[in-house]
């Protein structure tokens, strides 16, 4: 059975990745702490952590332990709490899932709405954070165009529409910068192409405020969802209006199946559709 008392450890070491700070947080030798996760690894029969020279990454199973082990600890401090007092203890966690550019126009508004919910990130491609739910890896996500599963609860809770964006200070009209890593990307291309227009200098950028800056500047054309380019730059101009559709993206707070109901999981999409709406 594990040990609530290694468990505290094995988190603490988790989220600083070093083992003398860890060590030094929880009060601990480092000989002691190293003997607390050994222990750990035994009774799960797995590896949690690799070591480096500069530190500790998490393995596979590491991560997973960390995901469910911040529940578990939750759960016993609420338990904990309720025959302290009577009252179960309010503060819960979750893991949320999102893109790094959905982050920074939504997120720091979001942790202002939040309340008793702390939030523990992890940043990837809206495909990546839909299967990070599945796999139990994160706890929700704002998703960008999920694709249904029986596995998943998907509310839309916002809307967004990527086309071609410039500057009036344009001085490089022949330039296209866009992130081949999203479909929408590839929807605009594809209308460029048929209608003929055409850009010979074409750039793949896999950062959003990246290209945001570019058209700012002036160095050329970029393909951007709007939200982006508002929350950078409000003097950035459509263009191609009528010959070009822009791809209409959903905004989607999504979960797993097994965790419906939750309250911390409906406080944490009021708190996400206050922001975006």
């Known amino acids: 059975m594990i040990n609530s008392s290694d468990l505290n450890s094995f988190l603490t070491t988790a989220r600083m990745l070093h083992l003398t700070k860890a060590a030094k947080e929880l009060g601990l030798s480092q000989p002691a702490l190293s003997h607390c996760i050994k222990r750990l690894e035994l009774e799960v029969g797995e590896e949690l952590f690799l070591r480096r020279k500069d530190g500790l990454i998490l393995t596979k199973s590491g991560e997973y332990l960390l995901l469910k082990g911040q529940k578990i600890c939750a759960e016993l401090e609420g338990v904990s709490e309720f025959f302290k007092t009577g009252r179960t203890q309010s503060h819960q966690t979750l893991t949320l899932g999102i893109h790094p550019s959905v982050a920074s126009y939504s997120l720091p508004q979001i942790m202002k709405e939040l309340k008793n919910i702390k939030l523990n990130f992890r940043f990837g491609l809206s495909r990546e954070v839909s299967d990070w739910i599945q796999d ?115 905004i989607c707070f999504i979960y797993s199946m097994e965790n419906k109901g939750l309250g911390s999981l409906e406080q944490l999409k009021m708190s996400i559709k206050k922001v975006l709406t």
């Open 136 to 250: 139990g890896k994160v706890d929700c996500g704002i998703v960008i165009n999920p694709y249904p599963h029986s596995n998943l609860v998907i509310n839309q809770i916002d809307q967004d529409r990527v086309t071609l964006w410039s500057h009036k200070k344009l001085s490089n009209p022949d330039k296209l910068f866009f992130d081949p890593q999203l479909h929408q990307t590839h929807s605009i291309l594809r209308q460029l192409e048929k209608k003929g227009i055409q850009f010979p200098n074409q750039y793949a950028v896999s950062n959003l405020e990246l290209i945001a800056k570019f058209v700012y500047e002036g160095t050329g054309v970029g393909i951007l969802p709007e939200k982006v380019v508002k929350n950078y730059y409000s003097d950035l101009t459509k263009i191609y209006n009528s010959e070009i559709k822009p791809f209409q993206d959903k």
